[in-house]
Structures are given as C-alpha cells and as structure tokens.
C-alpha cells in the first residue's frame, strides 16, 4: 500500500520569507512518480510537477524548487520569496507503476501568506 | 480552451434524496475520476473509468454510484445511502497510466441538511 505524508498542516509566513513543504512518501515499489498540486482559493487543483523515482535531480522553476531525496523518501516543495498569490493547499500525491488507481494524496498543507 | 467542467459549484440537497453531480470533459481523455475532499482529509478517490463504459469502486465508494457512456461524461450521483454527503467533489481526467497527471474541475461543494 502507498502513503503519503504531510505532517504541516498549516503554516503562515509574512510576504517575501522562503517556505518548505515537507512531503514523505511510503511504497513498496521501485517505479513511480510524485506529484505537487496546488490548490488556490477558487478550488481547482492545479498541477506543479512530476518527478519519477529514477531522477533525483533537484529541479527549480521560478520561486518553485523541489528536492526529491529517495534515502529519507521526502520530495520536499521550497517557495522563495513567497508573495501572496501563493497562499493555497498544496498537496503531495504518489502515482505507481501498475496501478490504473492514479494517486495516493497526502492530506495537504494550507500555506497562508501575509502581506 | 479544454478543460473540465463541473456543474454545478453549489448544491443544497435535503437528506434522503438523491442528487447527481455533472462532470464534462473536452480534453480527449480516456481516464477520468472522482474524488471527495473533507477538511483536513485530503482527496480520497470514489470511482474511476479508464474507458467508455467501465468503472471501478476507489477507497470509499459505498453510498455513490457512476455511468461512463460518453468519453467526455462520468456523472456522479450520491445517493440517501451515503451516510456523510456533505462535502466538496472534484472530478478528474487524465490520459491513461499511473505518471500522467491529473487536470481538475472548479468542483462542486454539496451540502445535505
């Protein structure tokens, strides 16, 4: 079975500050992905990125970095600079290999930036 | 644009009647999903169709029922059975396997009172 793990259920930062979202991921299998979505005000889920478990480079778009760490089974989110668009829920999820289910979701952190 | 439209954003039902959530999608997908959040929950998965007419049951599927006669449709209806409705539905699609991504309706937030 897959979990994921986001032990930040909420966190609040003043505009500019840098933010980290933890992610902790549990499967059994070799072969998967990892997601981040984010999910404004409005509702809709929207996707960030996809990282398979075969590529641990570390990526960064923008204000956005992730760094996928398969010794500890994180994929942790870092928002720099963080501005007040940003606030939201941001959700983990796992998709594995085989499994026409899709994704395992973690229960989401709600990040709160204040002006 | 392509996109997934749900319909509608609210809905008022009361107790012990039937009420069916509508999911279009003119992205060509031949995946789509449904799943329930709950504050502090996540997104817990009630159905999913990976091609016209065939669906399975997700983690809590027990008091909803699907249809999936059109790529582009997979309705939702939550029927008196489900003992806790109210709660907010977002509907899914995807191309199939497990690395695609999943693009989301606005959702719908159902109250049942």
């Known amino acids: 079975a897959q979990k994921v793990t986001q032990a930040q259920t909420e966190i609040s930062v003043v505009e500019k500050e840098d933010v980290t979202l933890d992610c902790v991921y549990e499967?059994?299998?070799?072969?998967?992905?990892l997601f981040w979505y984010k999910q404004p005000p409005s509702g809709e889920l929207v996707f960030l990125i996809r990282?398979?478990?075969?590529?641990?480079q570390n990526e960064i778009s923008g204000r956005y970095s992730w760094n996928f760490q398969k010794s500890t089974s994180s994929f942790n989110f870092t928002i720099t600079a963080s501005q007040v668009v940003d606030s939201a829920v941001y959700f983990c999820a796992l998709g594995v290999s085989g499994s026409a289910r899709q994704l395992t979701f973690g229960s989401g952190t709600q990040l709160t930036v204040l002006p | 644009d392509g996109g997934i439209t749900q319909s509608p954003k609210y809905l008022f039902r009361k107790e012990g009647q039937n009420v069916t959530l509508s999911c279009e999608q003119n992205l060509n997908h031949d995946a789509m999903y449904w799943y329930r959040q709950d504050p502090g929950q996540g997104l817990r998965l009630i159905y999913y169709s990976q091609i016209v007419n065939d669906f399975q049951k997700g983690d809590i599927a027990e008091g909803y029922s699907v249809s999936r006669e059109k790529k582009e449709s997979f309705p939702l209806t939550v029927t008196s059975a489900q003992k806790n409705p109210t709660a907010f539905y977002l509907c899914?699609?995807?191309?199939?396997?497990?690395?695609?991504?999943?693009?989301f309706g606005n959702g719908t937030r159902l109250t049942v009172t």
């Open positions: 499967t059994r299998d070799t072969t998967y992905y």
């Open positions: 990282r398979n478990s075969f590529d641990e």
């Open positions: 899914a699609s995807s191309t199939t396997g497990y690395a695609s991504p999943l693009h």
